[in-house]
């Protein structure tokens, strides 16, 4: 599945983005969207920070609007 803008996706680890570390469950909103060569990224806002993440990274999940 990939994000789209708007979404809210969690974080089920420490995911590195480029200098940016995002901790384990942190809330991301979904800002951006890109296609590169090897997928997609998207590119995420969390507290104080933003950065990009690969389509291909397993350590975030969408966040279930019902829960």
């Known amino acids: 599945m ?5 979404e809210l996706w969690r974080s089920t680890g420490t995911i590195h983005t480029g200098s940016r570390t995002i901790p384990p469950d942190t809330i991301l909103i979904v800002t951006e969207r890109q296609q590169v060569p090897f997928g997609g990224e998207s590119r ?16 975030w999940e969408r966040v279930d609007e019902a829960g």
């Open 44 to 59: 995420v806002l969390w507290g104080d920070g933003t950065g990009w993440i690969s389509d291909l990274c397993l350590l």
């Open 2 to 6: 990939h994000p789209k803008i708007g």
